[in-house]
């Protein structure tokens, strides 16, 4: 019953960050390029509201992966003591991966998101767009790309580690 319990968890986990990553990169490399094609007011409207649908699922998804991932390693894995997070190249390659996973995460809530939307919410860029003069808004949603890609770097290394294990 536990290889079963395993494997049901193991498909969660891949599951989930899946979707947490592909969800954050279709947005990010798919949606918003898509964007930029319309009219700069209701580009507005359509970024924050897509931002407020999709945060707050996408940061549960990342914090489903999270704690599948500690379960797996843990209570359904190898890690049974501290020693075996120290001193084995799994428990070194998990504990890795579970930090840069919450880095990953916290750095998306609490870093990316909060930029982006004090950009989506700066009505005064947004207003000089709108007379033509596009640079400040372009500067600051490149802005937020750079923030953003900490995020993929993020999940580049994590599976890395996911390789390795």
């Not at 494997?7 to 599951?15: E, G, R, T, V, Y």
């Not at 998306?108 to 998101?113: E, S």
Request: charged share 10%; proline share 2%; net charge positive.
């Amino acid at each position: 019953m536990a290889w079963e319990i395993h494997q049901i968890l193991k498909f969660m986990h891949i599951l989930l960050g899946i979707a947490w990553v592909g969800g954050i990169l279709f947005v990010g490399w798919g949606v918003y390029p898509a964007a930029k094609k319309l009219e700069i007011s209701v580009r507005r409207k359509f970024l924050f509201a897509l931002m407020k649908h999709t945060h707050l699922l996408f940061s549960l998804i990342g914090a489903g992966v999270i704690l599948t991932g500690i379960l797996l390693g843990t209570v359904l894995g190898p890690i049974n003591n501290w020693n075996a997070i120290w001193h084995t190249t799994y428990g070194n390659i998990w504990f890795t991966a579970l930090m840069i996973s919450l880095i990953t995460l916290f750095w998306g809530i609490f870093v990316g998101y909060k930029k982006t939307m004090r950009v989506l919410t700066n009505d005064h860029l947004w207003q000089l767009a709108e007379t033509g003069e596009a640079e400040p808004l372009n500067k600051a949603m490149r802005a937020v790309t750079v923030l953003e890609s900490v995020e993929v770097l993020g999940f580049m290394i994590l599976l890395c580690c996911m390789i390795l294990l």
